[in-house]
């Protein structure tokens, strides 16, 4: 465990409002792992148009800001031998009662995945999904992910979409996504919103390219997710008629190169 007047402010920060927002994730938590078929995001869209969990049985698995890690249960069930770190004590509570409730066995740390305690070259598989890839600095954990994987090991992540993160309001209060650009592209990174305690980033598609290939991995796919006719959802940020014109999340995968 990193001691937390070690850690990086925004991971202190994201550690403070996890452990505040752990209690409204668990009933998402105790549904995701009841989920026989997987579904992924904001609008629940099935695995098999996503294709996170493809050929993962045998494999050395890390999830990286694993939350109440349903999706490290997911990995699990299909043959992988996962670990699940996750920096907010209070979500790792909810997965270690998941776990027991489900009878299903791996570690899970709590730790700041831009610094992981494993030697190089661990896994053959990182995965994350609205964690780190959304809450930790990829300047950080993208290096740090390369350094956790084997040669011709893969990255996988789902995080907020580009547009999204460009159209939102700054305010939950000010509603959902519109087609208005409310912030620039360049220069893409850091954000903090004045009615959250909660610090994330997000990058330009173009700087996530330049980023994995300087950390020595192809991309191998960029997947904008488009939710069905009628899915619906809870979350409040964007509707369903925008998510199918523009994309509130996207899949990325890349390959360590050998
Ligand atoms: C939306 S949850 C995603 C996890 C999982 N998919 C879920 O929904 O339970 C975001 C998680 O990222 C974790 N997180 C944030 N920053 C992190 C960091 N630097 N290292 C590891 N985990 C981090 C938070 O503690 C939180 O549990």
Redesign the pocket.
């Known amino acids: 465990m990193t001691h937390e007047s070690t850690l990086p402010e925004h ?1 202190t920060a ?1 550690r403070g409002a ?1 452990d505040e927002w752990a209690a409204e ?1 668990v009933a ?2 105790r549904r995701g792992w009841a989920d026989n078929v997987p579904t992924w995001g904001v609008f629940g869209i099935p695995e098999a148009d996503v294709h996170l969990l493809d050929d993962v049985a045998g494999k050395d698995a890390i999830e ?5 890690a ?2 490290s249960s997911w990995l699990a069930r299909r043959g992988a031998r996962v670990v699940g ?4 004590p209070k ?1 790792l509570e909810t997965a270690r009662a998941l776990q027991a409730e489900h009878g299903l066995d791996f570690p899970l740390l709590l ?4 610094t992981v305690p494993y030697p190089d070259a661990s896994f053959d598989l990182a995965i994350s ?4 890839c959304l ?2 600095d990829p300047y950080a954990w993208i290096p740090e992910a390369a350094r956790l994987l084997r040669p011709g090991g893969e990255l996988r992540f789902l995080t907020n979409g580009l547009l999204l993160v460009l159209t939102e309001p700054a305010l939950e209060a000010e509603g959902p996504a519109t087609d208005r650009l409310l912030r620039p592209l360049f220069g893409m990174h850091r954000y903090e919103w004045e009615d959250s305690p909660g610090i994330d980033f997000h990058l330009a598609h173009g700087e996530w390219i330049r980023l994995l290939r300087e950390n020595g991995f192809d991309v191998l796919e960029l997947r904008e997710l488009r939710p069905p006719e009628g899915a619906t959802t809870t979350y409040e940020a964007v509707t369903l008629d925008w998510a199918r014109q523009w994309a509130c999340e996207e899949v990325w995968k890349a390959r360590k190169r050998g």
């Open positions: 991971v994201n996890w994730y998402a938590g990286l800001g694993c939350g109440t349903y999706v770190i996750d920096n907010s979500q730790g700041n995945a831009e999904e609205y964690g780190a809450w930790a």
